[in-house]
């Protein structure tokens, strides 16, 4: 190479150079070497060694091609340029020195080669004998000029002795003739001429590869051919075009008219196929040219051997992909076979070529020969195939080549060995050169020939001494076959011919009887003893004639020599393996049994669980950091480089040929330990171990370039795992780049392997960050729609998809698919509009049912896990079915079936299409009816078994857990084969029904996509690990975890928040109308069905709200956000919730309303009262003002007052005031626990005293409260119990107290029902599952009972004497005395009052009505303003909340505060939000902005209000009853206040009304001021609606605690089905220890329903019960094992932390906690939450 030439003699270059520096920079320039800007900065240099060496840098930045010129361009201008630094290729010789091409190494090229001279003297007499004649192209038609002809073979001659030396360009950038670019430009294939056609383009998936229409146009051809070909159709080569004829068209044809039988046969234009095979490999690239000749050959189309002038290119690269099997008769009776590369298979060859003009069709008479006698097949192109009889424009010139295989059946194989078969298009005359190299490799060759001439004669004299035979195959004529056979006889003794080397066929003669005359001379031929030769000695023939291989390029070569140096050390796979490639194996294996042992915990026998993780923990860390000691191996050394280093297009070939050799090799090892297999097998007394080694040796003895990969995997997950253990620094990486590289391979098309077969395991890490380049690469646009396919071995799953998609899965006996491999095809961007995805992903997986893993412990475990994951994965799943009764099916059903039902867990559900291979009968789908309706039922019976082993108790079908339906989703298509192998071509019934299979496929994809969004790489990703991590765990119902199901959940928990505090917020703000509105009426508004019509508003209000809501959820299940369909199964919970919470509400809401009447009727006779004894201190106030004005002298001030004093005192005592009847509310209390508990007899009851007033003390728990019975049997566990009962007991005085403290905040009087409901209430509780698993005494239940309800009547008699208080007539009159006196004052001197009694309504009415209102608003606002502010996050979902609490305990780490947080769960969130509140308004500021919003919103209505009636005649009485009517949902104003305002006042309503409107401004100004002063905890504690109570709420929950570790459920919505916590605790911090030793106990319930182990509780009575069936007691729970080994590090952290701390709390010993722990960090711990809660 150039490049290598320039980089190894660099400085002797630049010292060569630096004799004229400037003239070679002048000169690179001029040829467009470098830039202009390049060359203007490099020749303002000064230091011409820095010129010179920026030069060569830049020149070997532009490649291979400018290095030679460049080196070339040196040597023209310096004839004395060392040896060593000219271009490669520059010492050969030729006949006009021109020059060996870089990129061919052609040997004895040179006009000493005496095959070249034979050549060229054969021309010379040719030429001299038909100088002045004219010559036809017989080929097809058309005529030719002797001329044309010459220049033809001088153009040969040419090239065949270097004079016109094939230039780089040549290689890459083609120059073809005037007629080749003619042709090219016909069939729209003219700018494919450089840019070649690729794979990649191909492969590409659009509408156009989905469509069957004929070509319509020349430049459908090409694309046509294609997709057929890689779809295996066996009509890819029919060139005929169609013509559409208008629908509508009516034209009526006379059957009669001639012109009728003709217009069909006129096609119009016509090609010839091999023309547009010819154009399709002219214009492709050489990966392309190879898949399309696999193809082809599966097709048992006939290949290309040699490519027509001008290439002239012998096509070695493009048949190294085949390999067929085959069985010569030889190796009939041992049933043995060869499986061999086509170019390595030595066999005869016979070629058939034509001389001058023939009636008989050749490449037809080979048709017949290969063809079965039951089965005809056209190998090659014949003039009576469509488009066959178009004249050749391209293709005259082209060598084909086709084999003939054996199958070891004596009776209907043609031939009993292998032979191939060449056939020359075109005349030998005018292709010598051909005819030249088919002479040197054949065994015999056939030449077809009709009438002989003299110069034919004397140029076939030329092959005297040839070493092959010569057949000559003659088509009588007539009188002209005597010339013919005149020459012939004189022919025969030259070429050592005998007369049955001359076959004659006659025109009038059968031609089956000369096929089969025909045969017998083959077979003949090849049962003598004669000359073999392979494809790849074929090619140095050709090379020695002068005639270019497609592997003379030097990226080719390049790609080779890389490969070579791996495959030259390869001399025992096995040993190889072990040796070069260490990293996997043993190693490997054991890794990925530690791997999952960590997740299963099978062998943990009696060591706890967490020391037993601790253990494998460090053997995984210890095994990675084995694998990290290795060194890099010679081979995988020289593979990175082969990958890292070369360019693409050499990494491509690279990597080809090392598939190539190691295949190869793969090959040649399995069919020697195959023979030797069945040796021993066959031999008398065979060892059983023996066959056992041999057995795992053929298991074992494959090797392909994904174990090369495979290894860079573990080097990068081992360098990957020192890092995280801070045994590497993230500096010191040596492998960071390799995920880049597999990216790129990925991105060109190369399968990754996806789970290792070998280990079957899940490199994770290396797929992550592979997977995570490529979508870096991408740019981000990722999405993908995911197919794969499952099915038992060898029942052509790789065989679909690669027809299906064009794709190279390995389908080979040697190299079948093991494990799961991914291929990415990109979609053509006008149909990623339609599918809403950029690719597709299709994973092809190893076959279940695998024989060589029957054997296994593990193979239904293996097989399990394979269908589990990737069903998980796919969005289609193909279920490849090769047969037409799915009965022999079920265990891989069952396989299929269990895990689709695990998908439906995850809320995955993809569609899944039953494949029935081997299916011919054109009425299989219909004749199969009963069949799919019994597989159906198969299906479904399987599902609900499947469901009982899941531990799933519901009834579901198949259609359930999967999209299925049995008349869409069957296909039925025929065999792959047309007949017996080796020599059958591919089914056309098989090619058709994979394309409908496809195109049906695809239309899913279209319509599914607008109800499912496709995955992205990264979501990929995150399924793969969720994936693989459940299916780990074995129990995968109960352990699938997934980050992207995480946070939908979490996404629609938060939204569904939202959607609740709406709905709660507008009902609460209702309340607080209703409660206004009922505050506002008189008692017989109250008492004449108030509640029923509220009853009814309420209910309307609700039903709107519930429906809001499920509508908001449907809204939302149907929007297009991402991964909704894995939460689908969550719909349901959460519209249960939407109905719970409307249940909810209405009770709130009529509790409340029923609390309001209650009050208001409670107030009502104190109303009564008042008002008269109001109206009797009115008359009397008027009575004194009369007899004050009647007095002559006017009374001073003091005076006055003196009067009003004098007769308010004498007033109240002739009142003879009624007082309200004091109750004794501790009796009251009393006498309803006594009627209570009578059912339980007195006795218990006698012994305790009355209620009465006394100090609050503890509620302690005694032993006699649990049965005697249960302290005798469970002394171990007695604690426990105790424990228990007291946190249940004291969670349910908590809610007793909360109750009465609702109740007394109404400042209502105490109603008996209250006592009543608290009794109601506490004998619920005790009934419940919680109680009762204690086994309580009667004893219990009644101290219980005592101690709440005595703590009740104490709250109760306080609230009854508070309402006494505040009611008390004389109380309320002394109120009113101040305004009365006011008032008399003012109406005594005859003031203009209308000022000062606006002000008085202001302040006694007005003022206090709207304090009450912000009371009863503001808790409302404040909850609504957090839950919209930038906190709101925090309080959006349960698990947010966890997080953020959890985060901030970590940063402040006090030990009160973890105990408060485990132990005392609900009161510390209490406090927590209180707290938060307090901080959130600390500045107070933002308070004040809520407390004006609302005063101002009922501020601006009072004064619509008023200025609506200010104008309207009536008494100022009137108007203000207007004004309370009007604002009586929002005000509640006193109307003891009122009465006083109205007192003999006379001031206008206008006034009045502008009076009061201009002092309501300053009213809220005065509350708010008064507001700030006040602290907001004061201000807080006021609100009736307590805002840190409804925001509790919220992320309370449903309050339930794991049974174990205690951690709180997170569960979105109020009516969840299942309880579940992202991360769980060490059971030690939830009191559980050892009962024997005391000691706490550090295992995780998450890693222990994983294990063996067992517990024992108050559930089990006792007994002892595995953790893994904790479900049959705690059904409710779903306890998922960690997601990952670091999960649950937070909790460990705090554990180890504070181990001794938590024992003295706990009265028990500290842990015995792993070593691991003690090395946990701060940081580490946060990662852990931060991972569990998706908070990354």
């Not at 057949?471 to 007539?478: H, P, Q, R």
């Not at 998980?872 to 069952?894: F, P, R």
């Amino acid at each position: 190479m150039a490049l290598e030439t320039i980089r190894r003699g660099r400085e002797k270059l630049i010292a060569f150079i630096q004799q004229a520096p400037d003239l070679i920079l002048d000169d690179t320039a001029a040829q467009g070497f470098i830039s202009r800007a390049d060359y203007e900065a490099l020749n303002n240099l000064a230091d011409s060694k820095e010129k010179i060496r920026k030069l060569l840098v830049e020149v070997q930045l532009k490649g291979e091609l400018v290095c030679h010129q460049f080196l070339e361009g040196i040597r023209s201008l310096f004839p004395d340029l060392p040896a060593d630094l000219w271009p490669p290729g520059s010492a050969c010789s030729d006949l006009k020195q021109g020059g060996c091409s870089p990129d061919r190494d052609l040997v004895n090229s040179g006009p000493e080669n005496p095959k070249v001279e034979a050549v060229k003297v054969t021309y010379d007499l040719f030429a001299k004998d038909s100088k002045d004649k004219e010559s036809e192209n017989v080929s097809g038609g058309q005529e030719s000029s002797q001329e044309a002809m010459e220049t033809d073979i001088f153009n040969e001659l040419e090239n065949l002795s270097g004079e016109q030396e094939p230039s780089p360009v040549v290689m890459e950038t083609e120059i073809f003739d005037e007629g080749v670019k003619n042709f090219l430009m016909k069939l729209g294939l003219h700018e494919r001429s450089g840019r070649k056609l690729t794979m990649g383009e191909i492969l590409e998936i659009s509408s156009e590869s989905l469509t069957t229409l004929a070509p319509q146009t020349l430049e459908d051809l090409p694309w046509h051919f294609l997709r057929k070909l890689m779809a295996l159709s066996g009509t890819a080569r029919n060139t005929d075009l169609v013509h559409w004829k208008e629908e509508d068209s009516k034209e009526e044809v006379d059957i009669d008219n001639d012109w009728f039988f003709l217009r069909e046969m006129d096609s119009g234009v016509s090609v010839n196929p091999l023309d547009v095979l010819c154009a399709v490999l002219f214009c492709s690239d050489s990966f392309l040219q190879q898949e399309i000749f696999l193809k082809m050959s599966m097709c048992q189309f006939a290949l290309p051997l040699i490519l027509p002038p001008p290439k002239c290119t012998f096509m070695l690269w493009a048949l190294r992909d085949i390999v067929r099997k085959w069985r010569p008769h030889c190796l009939a009776e041992k049933r043995g076979f060869r499986e061999e590369s086509l170019v390595r298979t030595r066999v005869p060859t016979l070629s058939f070529v034509r001389m001058g003009r023939s009636s008989l069709s050749k490449s037809r008479l080979l048709n017949e020969v290969l063809s079965s006698p039951q089965q005809h097949h056209d190998f090659f192109i014949h003039r009576d195939m469509e488009g066959g009889s178009a004249p050749r424009e391209i293709s005259e010139g082209l060598v084909e080549i086709s084999w003939y295989f054996p199958g070891g059946r004596e009776h209907s194989d043609l031939f009993p060995e292998p032979v191939a078969i060449t056939n020359l298009r075109g005349d030998i005359e005018s292709h010598w050169l051909q005819f030249s190299f088919l002479t040197e490799v054949s065994s015999a060759v056939f030449i077809i020939v009709e009438n002989m001439s003299d110069k034919q004669y004397d140029l076939l004299a030329t092959l005297q001494g040839s070493a092959s035979k010569y057949y000559f195959i003659l088509n009588v004529d007539g009188e002209k076959s005597k010339e013919t056979f005149r020459l012939l006889s004189k022919l025969t003794p030259l070429l050592s011919m005998t007369k049955s080397q001359i076959l004659v066929k006659e025109k009038n003669k059968n031609t089956t009887e000369f096929v089969k005359k025909f045969r017998s001379t083959v077979r003949n031929i090849i049962n003598s003893p004669l000359k073999v030769i392979s494809v790849e000695e074929m090619a140095k023939v050709s090379q020695e004639l002068g005639i270019q291989t497609d592997e003379d390029t030097t990226v080719c070569q390049n790609g080779t020599l890389h490969a070579n140096e791996i495959i030259e050390e390869i001399e025992d796979v096995v040993a190889y393996k072990r040796d070069m490639l260490k990293l996997q194996g043993d190693l490997w294996r054991n890794l990925a049994k530690v791997e999952k042992e960590l997740c299963r915990m099978k062998r943990q026998a009696g060591t706890p669980a967490e020391d037993y993780k601790a253990q494998l923990r460090e053997k995984l860390i210890a095994l990675r950091s084995q694998q990290n000691q290795c060194d890099l191996t010679n081979g995988t050394t020289k593979f990175i480089n082969g990958i890292q280093h070369l360019r693409p297009e050499e990494k491509c070939y690279f990597l080809k040929w090392l598939k190539f050799k190691l295949d190869c090799a793969a090959r040649a090892n399995l069919s020697k330990l195959r023979e030797e297999y069945k040796e021993r097998y066959h031999a008398t007394g065979n060892d059983p171990q023996q066959l056992a080694q041999l057995d795992k040796l053929i298991s074992t003895s494959s090797l392909g370039v994904e174990h090369f990969m495979r290894e860079l995997g573990q080097f990068y997950e081992a360098e990957y795992m020192m890092v995280k253990e801070g045994q590497i620094s993230e500096e010191g990486r040596q492998f960071v780049h390799l995920p880049n590289i597999a990216a790129d391979l990925m991105l060109e098309g190369f399968p990754m392997e996806l789970i290792d077969g070998d280990a079957s395991n899940i490199p994770l890490q290396w797929i992550t960050d592979v997977m995570t380049a490529l979508h870096s690469k991408l740019g981000g646009k990722s999405r993908m729609k995911v197919l794969t396919v499952l099915g038992v071995q060898s029942t052509g799953k790789s065989t679909l998809l690669n027809t299906m998609f064009g794709l190279q899965f390995a389908v080979s006996s040697g190299r079948c698919t093991r494990g799961a491999f991914m291929t990415l095809l990109k979609v053509s961007e006008n149909f990623q509009r339609e599918l809403r995805c950029d690719f597709i992903l299709v994973i092809d997986t190893e076959g279940l049912k695998a024989p060589e893993l029957a054997k296994l412990e593990d193979s239904y475990e293996h097989d399990n896990e394979l269908a589990t994951l990737v069903i998980g994965l796919s969005d289609i799943t193909l279920v490849n079915l090769a047969m037409e009764n799915a009965t022999e099916m079920k265990d891989i059903l069952q396989i299929v079936v269990h895990a689709f039902l695990r998908m439906e867990e995850t809320g995955h559900k993809p569609n899944c299409q039953f494949v029935h291979q081997n299916v011919s009968d054109v009425s299989a789908h219909d004749q199969n009816m009963r069949d799919r309706k019994r597989l159906l039922e198969q299906l479904n019976e399987m599902t609900r078994a499947a469901a009982r082993m899941e531990n799933q108790f519901r009834e579901v079908s198949f259609s359930d857990i999967m999209d299925y339906s049995p008349e869409k989703h069957n296909w039925y298509i025929p065999g792959l084969w047309h007949g017996v192998p080796p020599m059958a071509p591919v089914n056309m019934g098989y090619s058709e029904g994979v394309l409908e299979l496809k195109r049906s496929l695809f239309e899913f994809m279209r319509t599914c996509s607008q109800n499912r969004r496709s995955k992205n790489i990264p979501q990929f990703v995150e399924w793969v690990r969720s994936l693989w991590n459940a299916v780990k765990h074995e129990n995968f119902i109960f352990s699938f975890r997934n980050s992207l199901v995480a946070d939908a959940y979490n996404q629609l928990s938060v939204k569904y928040s939202e959607w609740e505090w709406d709905f709660q917020k507008e009902m609460h703000l209702w309340v607080s109308k209703a409660e206004a509105t009922i505050q506002n009426q008189s008692l017989e508004d109250v008492e004449s069905g108030a509640l029923d019509k509220l009853r009814l508003e309420a209910d309307q209000k609700l039903q709107d709200g519930q429906r809001k809501i499920v509508q908001c959820i449907q809204n939302y299940f149907e929007s297009d956000r991402e991964s909704l369909h894995l939460i689908e199964k969550y719909r349901e919970d959460f519209i249960r919730s939407a109905k719970g919470l409307r249940e909810q509400l209405e009770s709130y809401c009529m509790n409340k309303c029923q609390q309001a009447i209650l009050i208001r009727k409670g107030k009502s006779k104190i109303d009564s009262l008042q008002a008269r004894y109001v109206k009797t201190m009115e008359g009397k106030v008027n009575k004194l003002l009369e007899e004050c004005k009647k007095k002559k002298c006017e009374l001073n001030t003091v005076e006055l007052e003196r009067e009003f004093e004098k007769m308010w005192k004498e007033s109240l005592e002739e009142l003879s005031l009624s007082n309200l009847i004091h109750r004794d509310i501790y009796a009251d209390v009393h006498l309803q626990l006594r009627k209570d508990l009578e059912i339980r007899g007195n006795q218990h009851f006698q012994k305790l005293p009355c209620f009465s007033a006394r100090p609050r003390h503890p509620w302690i728990i005694k032993d006699c409260y649990l049965e005697k019975s249960l302290t005798r049997t469970l002394k171990g566990l007695f604690k426990d119990y105790m424990k228990e009962l007291e946190e249940y007991t004291s969670s349910l005085i908590s809610v007793c107290e909360s109750y009465v403290t609702e109740k007394v905040s109404t400042k209502g009087d105490y109603d008996e029902t209250y006592s009543r409901e608290l009794l109601r209430l506490i004998s619920e509780r005790l009934r419940e599952k919680d109680f009762q698993k204690l086994h309580t005494t009667i004893c219990f239940e009644v101290d219980l009972k005592y101690f709440i309800l005595g703590e009740a009547a104490n709250a109760f008699q306080k609230m009854h004497i508070e309402f006494f208080e505040a009611n008390n007539p004389r109380r309320c009159l002394e109120k009113l005395k101040p305004q009365y006196l006011s008032t008399f004052r003012d109406l005594y001197y005859e003031k203009d009052v209308c000022q000062k009694r606006a002000r008085d309504f202001c302040n006694l009415c007005l003022k206090p009505a709207l304090v009450d209102h912000l009371h009863k608003r503001l808790g409302i606002e404040i909850v609504d303003d957090l839950l919209s502010s930038g906190q709101s996050l925090q309080y959006g979902s349960r698990s947010f909340f966890q997080f953020t609490v959890q985060k901030k305990l970590l940063e402040e780490q006090e030990f009160n505060d973890y105990v408060n947080y485990i132990n005392r769960y609900e009161r510390f969130v209490k406090s927590w939000i209180h707290g938060h509140l307090l901080d959130h308004y600390r500045q107070r500021e933002g308070l004040a902005v809520l407390e004006r919003g609302i005063l101002s919103t009922v501020g601006k209505k009072a004064k619509g209000v008023l200025e609506r009636y200010e104008n309207e005649t009536g008494t100022l009485a009137e108007f203000l009853e207007h004004f309370c009517q009007e604002m009586s949902e929002e005000l509640v104003i006193s109307k003891d206040s009122l009465i006083v305002i109205l007192f003999n006042n006379t001031a206008n309503t206008g006034s009045f009304s502008a009076e009061v409107q201009a002092c309501i401004p300053k009213v809220i100004e005065d509350i708010l001021s008064e507001n700030f002063k006040m602290s907001v905890e004061a201000i807080l504690s006021n609100l009736p609606f307590k805002p840190q109570d409804e925001i509790f709420k919220r992320v309370f929950g449903c309050g339930k605690q794991c049974p174990f570790c205690k951690v709180p459920c997170e569960a979105g919505g109020s009516s969840h089905q299942e309880h579940f916590a992202s991360i769980h605790r060490p059971e030690g911090l939830g009191r559980y220890r050892d009962h024997e030793t005391n000691i706490l106990v550090y295992s995780l319930c998450s890693s222990s329903v994983s294990s063996t182990a067992q517990f024992r509780n108050v559930d089990t009575a006792g007994a002892w019960h595995p953790y893994k069936e904790y479900r049959q007691l705690y059904p409710e729970w779903r306890i998922q094992p960690d997601p990952s080994i670091t999960a649950s590090d937070y909790w460990k952290f705090v554990f180890k932390k504070f181990n001794q701390q938590f024992a003295k709390e706990y009265g028990a010993l500290p842990a015995n906690l792993p070593e691991d722990w003690e090395r946990l960090t701060k940081q580490q711990a946060l990662e852990s939450i931060q991972e569990a809660f998706n908070m990354k």
